[in-house]
């Protein structure tokens, strides 16, 4: 009887150390190669932008971010600059920005944010590469 007891609680503990072990935040933060977009920029807002590029080139990840090199893991290496389409995004972003700057900077919001007038969407509308005209 004492034995299904001390089983008992040391499952019960296993468990509870289990689930303290899953729920502490990891150490290593993982590895950001931002050069454009703010170094601490919060996940949710740069998850944000990749989604309103991603939209307005219509593709996935995939398009810019290059498959992790470990051939076991179907992850994409979001660190990588192995793919040009990513440093193309980047220039291309700092384009709009000055584009943005130079002519649209009266085109503020309430706080004296500017709004910015140019963006992906304006020349790509859901296209990975733009019509010529």
């Not at 660190?79 to 085109?107: C, G, L, Q, V, W």
Request: with cysteine; charged share 30%; proline share 6%.
């Amino acid at each position: 009887m004492p034995y299904k007891k001390i089983a008992v609680a040391s499952v019960l503990v296993a468990f509870m150390v289990i689930g303290m072990a899953a729920t502490r935040p990891q150490d290593d933060k993982p590895k950001r190669n931002l050069k454009v977009l703010p170094k601490d920029i919060s996940h949710d807002d740069l998850d944000k932008i990749m989604d309103s590029w991603k939209v307005a080139l219509g593709v996935k990840c995939s398009f810019c971010h290059a498959p992790s090199k470990d051939s076991t893991s179907h992850r994409l290496d979001f660190s990588s600059d192995a793919k040009p389409e990513k440093e193309i995004a980047r220039h291309m972003f700092k384009m709009t920005a000055k584009i943005n700057k130079k002519y649209f900077s009266f085109n503020k919001n309430e706080q004296g944010a500017a709004i910015p007038a140019i963006s992906c969407i304006t020349c790509h509308r859901g296209n990975a590469h733009p019509e010529e005209k």
